[in-house]
């Protein structure tokens, strides 16, 4: 399985992503030409957290018995200390 690994920053949050200088033009043609699997990784390797979160829990919800999007959004989680909400995604794998 692969983790999800990154680190995230505080911005002026959408001011800064939607209005105002909003993403940096490298990143959004990275995003553009992958694939849905990953975004989440070039979400989380660019600092964008909330992004990746999103990105994972919607495909979770599209495919909620996916082992490896469960263990890559609890990877995620715990990067940030959050066991609890980790512990609930380690708990939906496969036995």
């Not at 990275?30 to 994972?56: C, H, P, V």
Request: glycine share 8%; net charge negative.
């Amino acid at each position: 399985m692969a983790d999800v690994s990154g680190f995230c920053w505080r911005t002026d949050g959408a001011a800064e992503y939607a209005g105002g200088q909003g993403m940096p033009e490298d990143l959004s043609q990275k995003l553009s030409r992958a694939s849905k699997d990953r975004l989440q990784f070039i979400y989380a390797e660019n600092g964008y957290w909330y992004d990746a979160m999103e990105t994972l829990s919607q495909q979770i919800d599209a495919d909620p018995d996916n082992d490896r999007l469960r263990s890559q959004r609890s990877s995620l989680l715990k990067q940030v200390n959050l066991p609890i909400a980790a512990a609930y995604d380690t708990g939906m794998l496969s036995k």
